[in-house]
Every structure is written in structure tokens, then in C-alpha cells.
């Protein structure tokens, strides 16, 4: 206690140890300790100290030791040093939940009364009932999310997986040939093309032709080789043979022409005289006769 007429300086001594049937003042203080400031006291005065914290870095048991001690201040800075200091001394055991209210309690000495409060909260970013899940907002390549008041991780906009680091790629995109880095991108992987990268890439060269898988080349009707680019139709999609010929496929984009009577060359565009070859004999006389072409006519009314 404080003696003569001016006033003596005090500070006070809070020590955290595991929960003991019979608790023991002695260090150590195995969940931590702290001091406080050192504050003034006198014989009719009541010495006030501000919130000593005492942190832990492990998971709040719940039920604990307390040891609250109240040491007079003689030099510039506390000392425990010298136990011929201490003034008053509390040891007890407690149980205290995280984020409960504060708990008060008493202590009446011979010559001195103790009042003192404490309660039990985390550590920022830390939450839950032993203080043991850990949350802090980011938005990073690591992830990009919130946290709620109970410690859960919410993703922003555009983010998705446990630990929001999965981007939503544009609506639409194909799930199986398209991927995104960030949100509302559609890249495609390779042998994929289009918007929303659902369409194959064709074999390379490919003319005429489709694909259903990348690389491909399904050649459309009409149309053959490697590349399809041999027109395997050529008399229907070029109509080579002239002067009423008759045009016959013969594959891989050849044909041949049956020309009329009167024309020749390779499309029957070369007309011809007959009777040049004098193919009459005995006299006889040589007339070309012309075949007209066949033709259709419509009448609409």
C-alpha cells in the first residue's frame, strides 16, 4: 500500500495461464502476460487502470487461470523485479467465451479492494469460437473475396471456388473448349474458334469442306481429296460441255463430252462440216443436216 502524503505511483500485472484446479501465482504465465501504464494512487484515491491487453496465438480454450497483481511503481518504468513491491494479488480461475459480454468481478483485500473486468475477443481477421478461423479481405492472385461477420469468404463479382480464385468466364462460353483468366473473358483452346469458342478449327488447306472436331476436313457433296478441293461434279457445277454435249464425271475433276454431230473439241466448241471429209462416194452429193436442241417452253398466265 501507498504511504505518507504524497501520492505513490502503482501499476498493475495481468498474467494468462492454463486452467489449474489450484492456481499458482509462479511464472510462467503460459497464455501470456502484460503490464500497464503506471497511474497515480493515494489513501483516499482509486487508481484506474486503462485495458491491458493480452494477446494469444493459439485457440481459446475458454477455461483459464487469472492472475491479476497491483505492484507499486518506484523508478521510471514497472518492475516485478522486487516482490517487496507488490501490493495486492488475485489469482483465480475462469471460463469466458469468445465475444461475451464483460465479466466483473471483486477483491477485498485487508487493506485494499480490487474491481476489474475483462472479456475475450479475436484478433482482427481472426473469428469463430476458439478464434481459430482466419479470414482477411483480398484481391490478388491468390484471391478476391470479403469476409462476413462470422469469417466466411465471400467472392466479388466475377469470382467463384472456395477460395474465389476462379474467374466467370463470359455466358455462353464453352465449358469443355474455352477458358477465362479473368472475369467475363472466353479464350479458346487450341483447335477451337468463335465467340464463344464452340466452333472447330478445319484442317488447314480445307476448301470444301467441314469439321465436327478440330482438324478436320469433311468434304461437303460433290467435292473429294486431301483438301477437298477436287470437284468431283465438275458437269453440274460447270457445265463445261457446250453445243448441247453431253458431259460425263469421270472423278476427280475431269470429265469428257459427248459432242452432237457437227462439233468437236475437248467441250464440243468447235462446229465442223462434215461433208469437208467428202464421205459421199459414187457420185453422190454431201449435205449437213443440223439437229436442232431440245428444248422446253412454259407459258404462264
Not at 492472475?67 to 517487496?84: C, K, L, N, V
Not at 465479466?103 to 482482427?124: A, K, N, W
Not at 474467374?167 to 477458358?179: D, K, Q, R, V, Y
Request: hydrophobic content about 25%; proline content about 6%; charged content about 20%.
Amino acid at each position: 500500500m501507498c504511504h505518507g502524503v504524497h501520492p505513490c505511483r502503482i501499476f498493475f500485472r495481468v498474467c494468462l495461464k492454463h486452467a489449474q484446479a489450484v492456481v499458482s501465482p509462479e511464472p510462467p504465465c503460459t497464455f501470456g502476460a502484460a503490464l500497464s501504464d503506471i497511474v497515480p494512487a493515494d489513501r483516499s484515491a482509486v487508481a484506474t487502470s486503462g485495458p491491458i491487453r493480452v494477446p494469444f496465438h493459439f485457440k481459446w480454450p475458454g477455461t483459464f487461470s487469472l492472475i491479476i497483481e497491483s505492484w507499486r511503481a518506484e523508478s521510471g518504468e514497472p518492475s516485478t523485479e522486487d516482490a517487496q513491491r507488490l501490493i495486492s494479488r488475485l489469482a483465480t480461475r475462469r471460463r469466458l467465451a469468445v465475444g461475451e459480454d464483460w465479466s466483473q468481478d471483486v477483491q477485498l483485500g485487508d487493506q485494499s479492494e480490487l474491481r476489474y473486468s475483462y472479456h475475450v475477443t479475436c484478433d482482427e481477421h481472426y473469428y469463430g469460437e476458439s478464434c481459430s478461423d482466419y479470414c482477411r479481405p483480398r484481391d490478388d492472385t491468390f484471391g478476391h473475396y470479403t469476409c462476413d461477420e462470422l469469417g466466411s469468404r465471400i467472392c466479388l463479382a466475377g469470382w467463384r471456388g472456395e477460395y474465389c480464385s476462379e474467374p466467370i468466364c463470359l455466358p455462353g462460353c464453352s465449358n469443355s473448349h474455352g477458358f477465362c483468366e479473368k472475369p467475363g473473358e472466353c479464350k479458346c483452346r487450341i483447335g477451337w474458334q468463335g465467340h464463344f469458342c464452340d466452333a472447330c478449327v478445319r484442317y488447314p488447306g480445307c476448301l470444301h469442306g467441314t469439321c465436327g472436331q478440330p482438324w478436320q476436313c469433311n468434304c461437303q457433296e460433290g467435292w473429294g481429296g486431301l483438301f477437298c478441293n477436287q470437284d468431283l461434279n465438275y458437269c453440274t457445277n460447270h457445265r463445261p460441255c457446250k453445243n448441247g454435249a453431253t458431259c460425263t464425271n469421270t472423278g476427280q475433276g475431269s470429265y469428257t463430252c459427248s459432242c452432237r454431230a457437227g462439233f468437236a473439241g475437248t467441250s464440243c466448241e468447235m462446229e465442223t462440216n462434215e461433208c469437208d471429209s467428202n464421205p459421199c462416194k459414187n457420185g453422190g452429193s454431201c449435205n449437213v443436216s443440223i439437229v436442232p436442241y431440245p428444248s422446253v417452253s412454259l407459258f404462264l398466265s
